[in-house]
């Protein structure tokens, strides 16, 4: 833990950001809401704070829902145990965007003391569902250069969330509120 600690304050220097100092405020008036159905045997109550607040910051407010009826809308999240190292090596989860609903997060890998200290593992969840849900409200399986969105996550990455929640890329936002303004629109020709 001391070596990411230290990473993560090196990383934070690096990028101009003292600890103790925090980007600006990244809440936005909430436009959209889409429900998020988790299907976990572990809580995740922490990792959906820190997703939430990533939503948050581009006036998206994520209803989360356990256990109970989801709407034919919903996105679901389920988390899993023991991945086979041959399905998507290296992924800690995959979405089906194209389908528009469901993820399935390797729980099993996040959850490796291994790969990741135990600590970071809430932080570590939330920004892996928010990467997941990217996809799924875009509606593709591009990624960016940088951001929530890359492909791959360094340990510069790691080390930042753990300070302060990655962001969407501008262009990672406009295909969100398109995929958004789709699901809507779908929405209300089923309802007609």
């Not at 304050?9 to 103790?20: E, N, S, V, Y």
């Amino acid at each position: 833990m001391k070596t990411s600690a230290t990473i993560g304050m090196m990383t934070l220097m690096a990028i101009g950001i003292q600890p103790g100092q925090s980007y600006e405020s990244r809440e936005k008036p909430i436009h959209a809401k889409i429900t998020v159905c988790v299907q976990a045997t572990v809580q995740t109550t922490s990792a959906e704070g820190i997703a939430s607040r990533i939503f948050s910051g581009i006036g998206v407010r994520i209803d989360w829902r356990h256990g109970q009826k989801c709407p034919g809308d919903a996105v679901t999240v389920t988390l899993t145990g023991d991945t086979p190292d041959s399905v998507l090596p290296e992924a800690l989860a995959c979405a089906l965007p194209y389908e528009g609903s469901h993820i399935r997060v390797f729980y099993d890998r996040l959850n490796d003391p291994r790969y990741f200290p135990k600590l970071i593992v809430p932080t570590l969840l939330g920004h892996v569902m928010a990467h997941e849900i990217g996809h799924i409200l875009q509606g593709t399986s591009q990624h960016s250069e940088t951001g929530m969105m890359k492909a791959k996550w360094t340990a510069v990455d790691f080390a930042a969330m753990t300070f302060e929640p990655l962001r969407f890329t501008q262009a990672d936002i406009d295909l969100i509120e398109s995929g958004l303004a789709k699901r809507s629109a779908a929405v209300h020709r089923g309802a007609n």
